[in-house]
């Protein structure tokens, strides 16, 4: 069974950061892309960012690229958000997503629980 | 960025009766590839998100067979075809062909 388990969120100042996992089971981690998707309470989805199986390839939302950084550890089957510079803006319940087939993305598959990181001073 | 935008926004539906809900994009969502990466994800009250159909049309494993997905280029729609209490829900359409990745502003679908 096919699951994904984010962890990291919490309360942190602006300005400040976090990181965020995402441990991963049921599949072949490797093989897979890998997103993070947020949503602002009681607002839409927005997709954050994405590696590729690998690790090589990353992408990035214009509202987060150059302070959010995605990674993974295929040895660990597991995917990481590091994310600084926070702002008020970037309070979400964040998602792990684990991208819908073994080439190109095309869709997000499965979806974990997410984790709430709220910004406040 | 290609722009998903979803109609209606609010659809109260009855017990049984179908219920559709259109998608459209500002940009053709046809891919290089030949594929179009257009999904669509239902949302329960205090779930996270789940995948119904991919690629337009194809519905993912487990997804009951009165939900299908149609169109193509810029056009696409959801149909569920008797609504159930299950199906309650907020309903997104998401684009996968271009970066960055967008979602349309959502369907709240509740029963009159």
């Known amino acids: 069974e096919v699951q994904v388990l984010e962890s990291g969120g919490g309360l942190v100042q602006p300005g400040g950061s976090l990181r965020l996992s995402c441990a991963a089971s049921?599949?072949?981690?490797?093989?897979?892309?890998m997103n993070w998707v947020r949503q602002a309470p009681g607002q839409g989805l927005e997709w954050v960012s994405s590696?590729?199986?690998?690790?090589?390839?990353?992408y990035y939302a214009d509202s987060v690229k150059g302070r959010f950084t995605i990674s993974r550890d295929n040895s660990k089957n597991t995917l990481y958000l590091q994310m600084n510079s926070l702002r008020a803006e970037d309070a979400a319940i964040y998602y792990c997503?684990?991208?819908?087939?073994?080439?190109?993305?095309?869709?997000?598959?499965?979806w974990g629980q997410g984790t709430l990181v709220s910004v406040s001073s | 960025d290609i722009v998903m935008t979803q109609t209606p926004l609010s659809s109260p539906v009855t017990l049984g009766q179908p219920a559709s809900i259109s998608c459209r994009s500002s940009?053709?969502?046809?891919?290089?590839?030949?594929?179009?990466?257009l999904s669509w994800l239902q949302q329960r009250p205090g779930q996270p998100p789940r995948l119904l159909i991919y690629k337009i049309s194809n519905r993912f494993s487990g997804v009951p067979d009165r939900f299908s997905g149609s169109g193509a280029g810029t056009d696409f729609t959801l149909k569920i075809s008797r609504v159930e209490a299950e199906d309650v829900g907020v309903y997104y359409c998401m684009q996968a062909t271009q970066f960055p990745w967008t979602f349309g502003q959502g369907t709240k679908v509740e029963i009159k």
């Open positions: 940009q053709s969502l046809v891919h290089s590839d030949g594929n179009t990466y």
């Open positions: 997503t684990k991208g819908g087939s073994s080439g190109r993305m095309g869709y997000f598959d499965y």
């Open positions: 590696v590729s199986g690998s690790g090589s390839n990353t």
């Open positions: 049921g599949f072949t981690f490797s093989s897979y892309g």
